[in-house]
């Protein structure tokens, strides 16, 4: 019965993707960014579900069954740091994504430079620019996606007790399906269902939670007898200024969203005449609300499936479905999981075939036949880094959105606030601002605070100091 639900629901996905072929026009700038006419439901959805991978289901959940309730901070931080840019940055996004230029993230990025007057540049620094950020996109996301393949696999090996390379296979052969058939739209529209299934599964997961912790005494109670310290709003720190910076952490963590180019091309392809606010509504809703019950599982999993030797933190949803639910639930529960790294990965594997058919020469490549080819080969490889169980590949996901979010976020919130940028400080802010981020990465330094808010800082610094330098010479 739990392989009848999961399959099930793998195959809604595959024909919700596939029926986008109907909506195509068959014309490559639909195949990458969707027509530019998505409404803001549909994006508002895809976009959330997007940026809330398998992370949400494994190690968010993992993260509050060991901390306890001061990982509510990571939930505060992350969505008060999203908003904050999002506010920022969303709508000149949308509106310099209008043009017919811009198919890519970095084709955004150098078309925004292009069109600030007060940014001169001649064409072939800004094609180096557009290549580096093309270069850097490939590279990253397409082992974030390899990464999120594996990542799937981890539950089905657990309950189905599949080999890992099956589950990888499945994901791969669905996805490159309707990718082939219905591009960026079609991962728009799975994103979608997949939104839906995820909230619904976590939703599902707490009901059975609570029924059972009431029939033994009450949830807080029994939460209460974990440990002393487990309903602590605050990890243990000698001060409230180490408290804070734990939380400012997160903060920027929220804020890196705008450096993720899968999330930030979403934005690109909301039809000019939906509403930025409409779409950030469906957004935060469903973020907040599938955020908090994410919480609420993991303290339930804790009291449920007790720690005990070797147990592993990220399997704590599984596990708890096992214990709670009927397996047509447990189904579904497998299915949300799968679902939220299949999300992801669809938009890792577009965004990378869009940099490699835009990004690296000066004629974009407009035969729709060789942007899908791009998407398979990128698809392979990814495939192929999942299936060889590199664990040193793996490890680099662990800082791909805060390399990610270093990188772009301070040049894009820059050229948001419409403050002055040359194709030479984008450089130097890109590189500095990733340099910092691996600097407090590989030496630990201030580890307790994430290491993105250094890179993101550093990049706005460099980019400050570049413009006041400019302007100086200038006068």
């Not at 894009?412 to 407090?440: C, E, H």
Request: aromatic share 12%.
């Amino acid at each position: 019965m739990v392989e009848i639900a999961f399959i099930s629901f793998l195959t809604l996905f595959f024909f919700i993707g596939a029926s986008s072929y109907f909506a195509s026009e068959g014309t490559t700038e639909d195949y990458l960014v969707a027509g530019k006419n998505v409404s803001a439901p549909l994006i508002g959805l895809s976009a959330v579900a997007t940026n809330n991978s398998g992370f949400m289901f494994t190690g968010m959940i993992g993260a509050t069954y060991s901390m306890g309730l001061s990982s509510i901070w990571l939930m505060i931080g992350w969505i008060l740091g999203d908003f904050l840019i999002q506010n920022t940055a969303v709508r000149r996004i949308r509106d310099i994504g209008a043009s017919e230029q811009v198919h890519s993230f970095g084709g955004l990025l150098v078309h925004w430079l292009s069109t600030d007057k007060q940014n001169t540049c001649s064409e072939t620094a800004r094609h180096r620019l557009r290549q580096f950020v093309g270069l850097i996109t490939l590279l990253f996301l397409t082992v974030y996606a390899a990464a999120q393949l594996k990542a799937g696999t981890k539950a089905t090996e657990v309950l189905l007790d599949w080999d890992s390379d099956s589950g990888i296979l499945i994901a791969a052969v669905i996805i490159f399906v309707y990718s082939l058939v219905g591009g960026l739209r079609a991962s728009i529209w799975t994103d979608v269902a997949q939104s839906i299934v995820m909230l619904v599964g976590m939703g599902l997961m707490v009901m059975f939670g609570w029924v059972s912790l009431s029939e033994t005494g009450g949830f807080v109670s029994a939460l209460q007898q974990v440990s002393d310290q487990y309903l602590n709003l605050f990890p243990e720190y000698s001060t409230l200024f180490g408290a804070g910076l734990f939380v400012l952490g997160w903060v920027f963590g929220g804020m890196g969203v705008i450096g993720q180019p899968h999330v930030v091309i979403r934005f690109v392809t909301l039809s000019e005449q939906s509403s930025v606010r409409q779409m950030q509504m469906y957004y935060y809703f469903w973020f907040t609300l599938f955020y908090g019950l994410t919480i609420v599982a993991g303290l339930m999993s804790r009291v449920l499936v007790p720690e005990i030797s070797e147990f592993d933190a990220e399997l704590a949803l599984p596990s708890l479905a096992q214990t709670l639910m009927p397996q047509i639930f447990v189904g579904l529960i497998l299915a949300a999981l799968f679902a939220a790294t299949m999300s992801t990965v669809d938009s890792l594997i577009f965004a990378c075939s869009a940099s490699l058919n835009r990004d690296f020469s000066t004629q974009p490549n407009r035969r729709l036949w060789l942007n899908k080819l791009a998407t398979f080969v990128i698809l392979a490889i990814a495939v192929m880094i999942a299936l060889s169980n590199n664990q040193t590949v793996f490890s680099l996901v662990l800082d791909t959105w805060g390399m990610l979010g270093s990188a772009f976020g301070p040049l894009i919130i820059w050229l948001a606030l419409r403050r002055k940028v040359t194709v030479a400080a984008a450089f130097m802010a890109i590189i500095g601002a990733m340099l910092t981020f691996a600097l407090f990465v590989v030496n630990g330094w201030w580890s307790d605070v994430y290491a993105l808010t250094f890179g993101f800082i550093s990049g706005i610094i460099i980019l400050a100091l570049h413009e006041s330098a400019a302007r100086q010479k200038e006068t």
